[in-house]
């Protein structure tokens, strides 16, 4: 287990296509939270947090568990008020193995209330509990497989929306990635970005936002490889939809 407080230099982007005002008056406090298996978590965290160090003004702190068992049950999180004292929390986490009911019920519960950024992994991480309902009513969407890895278009389906407004309509995956299967959409979700699934001959979410009992939370099920955290509009997106989860993202 790695457990860090992360302070990066803050670098300002001034874009000329830009038109959100991004309200910072402090560092955003944000947790995240990584590990598990199947992904190269060491280097994604050096590129998550360096990458959204370079758009917003974060105080990160990081727990990294170093065991990649993918069924393995975080210590911190079986705490309780786990997330008190947090802007935001970040999960890019591959623990879709764990099936423990009662970690995943506490898990949600003492997240309410602390706005969430879910990436890729993070989405199947609790599928197999019985039940896993608590976590697919928090994330919004139930998925429990994916296509297999290739690169593929990504279209901006919410040029409209303040995550999106700045985002090209379309772009592709750098590298191999993984189109997540929407199997079942829970409450209410509002699709920002999908692909074309080659396999089920269909298009499915990528990039979404959804409530919880009043907590914001904005998923991707994009970033299988290392390569998509290097992707700009990859960046962009996660840095927008972490001001959105925050209440601080406004159009002009």
């Known amino acids: 287990m790695n457990i860090k407080l ?14 959100l005002e991004r309200v910072e008056e402090s560092p955003i406090k944000a947790l995240l939270i990584t590990g598990g298996g199947w992904h190269d978590y060491e280097t994604q965290e050096t590129l998550l947090t360096e990458g959204l160090s370079e758009r ?19 210590p911190e999180l079986q705490e309780d008020n786990w997330a008190d004292g947090y802007d935001v929390i970040v999960h890019n986490t591959g623990y879709g193995r764990v099936t423990d009911a009662d970690y995943i019920k506490h898990l949600v519960e003492s997240h309410k209330g602390t706005p969430a950024v879910l990436i890729h992994g993070t989405i199947m ?7 896993a309902d608590p976590w697919f009513e928090f994330t919004g969407m139930q998925t429990m497989s994916h296509e297999s890895r290739r690169e593929f278009e990504v279209e901006n389906i919410a040029t409209d929306h303040p995550i999106m407004k700045d985002i090209p309509e379309s772009w592709d995956t750098p590298a191999e990635d ?29 990039t979404w936002t959804h409530e919880f009992q009043g907590t914001r939370v904005f998923s991707t099920s994009l970033g299988h490889d290392n390569e998509t955290f290097r992707q ?3 960046l962009d997106k996660v840095a927008n939809g972490l001001l959105w ?5 406004e159009q002009d």
């Open 178 to 206: 993984e189109v997540y299967l929407n199997d079942k959409i829970w409450g209410d979700i509002i699709p920002l970005a999908h692909a074309y699934g080659q396999e089920t001959e269909k298009y499915h979410v990528v």
């Open 56 to 74: 917003l003004n974060i105080e990160w702190t990081i727990l990294h568990e170093e065991n990649k068992e993918a069924d393995y049950l975080i």
């Open 125 to 131: 991480s609790y599928r197999y509990a019985e039940p």
């Open 6 to 19: 992360l302070i990066l230099p803050i670098f300002t982007l001034v874009l000329a296509s830009c038109s």
């Open 232 to 234: 700009k509009a990859f």
């Open 245 to 249: 989860s925050i209440d601080k993202l």
